[in-house]
């Protein structure tokens, strides 16, 4: 399936295909390099691997709340439920109905239904809402191993969750040259939605203001708050 196409009709700053492609690549990094590759089925793998290169198909350069609070089309569909990541996983899954697009024809019914189901709560647990409580389900899952050594449980969802959230936020983590050029995208997304926020919010209060953001504020909350807990999770394990 071309997702390029796709993906340049919606060319957001930032969640774009290249971040589809990087964070393929970077879930693909993390699944070898860590000591997990082996406790997943080849169909997990697989689902976490076309979660990655999907996880922001058609995403419009504009974030959740932006798009709850102008009631905009995607947020009345999806009830304000997760938006972006609800509309990223049905607009793939849509495409796939056709038969000529749908590259895992061969699936048995079973594997396509378990395939789609742990797709969809994949790129559901890239919202930066659901950030805490599924560091918390890795602290529970890791203390509990580290205290039971001798069991052989293994929680695969959230394991598989926290790789492709950990890839999805490690700009920080890459060289300095591309770490900055992803920032600057980043915050080309942001300033624009900032300016847009000055337009249509009834407060006029913008979430990114491009005139008084403080940018290495921001990043620097961003490493110490959202990254390093995620990715000190589970380093080594």
């Known amino acids: 399936m071309d997702h390029t196409i796709r993906y340049l009709e919606f060319r957001a700053a930032y969640h774009n295909d290249y971040h589809g492609a990087d964070v393929l690549q970077t879930t693909h990094c993390l699944l070898i390099k860590s000591n997990l590759l082996n406790i997943f089925t080849q169909l997990e793998i697989t689902a976490l691997l076309f979660a990655a290169v999907i996880h922001d198909f058609e995403h419009p350069g504009l974030n ?7 009631k905009s089309d995607l947020a009345l569909i999806y009830n304000d439920f997760s938006v972006l990541e609800n509309h990223h996983s049905s607009s793939v899954f849509k495409l796939l109905r056709d038969k000529r697009l749908n590259i895992w024809s061969n699936m048995s019914p079973d594997e396509y239904r ?5 797709v ?3 790129v559901l647990a890239t919202d930066m809402a659901n950030h805490a409580s599924l560091i ?3 602290s529970t899952y890791f203390f509990f191993k580290e205290t039971n050594s001798t069991t052989t449980a293994t929680d695969s969802k959230t394991l ?11 700009n920080a983590a890459k060289p300095w040259p591309i770490y900055i050029q992803s920032t600057e995208k980043v915050m080309e997304e942001f300033f624009i939605q900032g300016d847009l926020e000055k337009i249509y919010y009834d407060d006029n209060k913008p ?3 491009r005139e008084s953001t403080d940018v290495v504020q921001l990043q620097i909350g961003f490493i110490s708050h959202i990254v390093y807990p995620t990715v000190s999770k589970y380093i080594n394990k």
Request: hydrophobic share 45%; glycine share 4%; charged share 20%.
């Open 64 to 70: 959740n709340n932006y798009l709850v609070k102008t």
């Open 136 to 138: 918390e389900r890795m």
């Open 207 to 209: 979430t990114f203001d």
């Open 120 to 122: 969809i709560s994949l």
């Open 114 to 118: 378990i395939f789609r189901s742990l």
């Open 160 to 170: 598989l969750q926290a790789l492709l959230h950990g890839a999805d936020i490690s």
